[in-house]
């Protein structure tokens, strides 16, 4: 029987060992403990880059909003206190 068992290669004699299976079904928990992790991170990132995008496509709106509300400002004389940034004009 002895002789048997050397003519099972290692994977074979995994299966029947339990001594040589521990280890890898420790490697095989973990891995599959990584994997669910990896997937939670994907789930995650992908809902921030679907925020992000959206943010992006309404950030030309914010920003043509934002002009007409401070041109408006300046015509009602509201910011003309404020003083310009120095645009680096030699006027």
Do not use: C
Not at 71 to 84: I, K, S, T
Request: aromatic share 4%; proline share 4%; no cysteine.
């Amino acid at each position: 029987m002895a002789d048997d068992a050397s003519r099972l290669t290692w994977i074979e004699r995994a299966q029947r060992d339990p001594s040589l299976r521990a280890p890898l079904d420790a490697d095989f928990a973990r891995g599959g403990i990584a994997l669910d992790l990896l997937r939670y991170q994907h789930r995650i990132n992908t809902q921030r880059v679907a925020v992000l995008i959206a943010q992006l496509d309404a950030a030309p709106k914010t920003i043509t909003t934002l002009r007409r509300y401070l041109g408006r400002q300046r015509a009602d004389g509201v910011l003309n206190d404020v003083a310009e940034p120095d645009r680096g004009d030699a006027a």
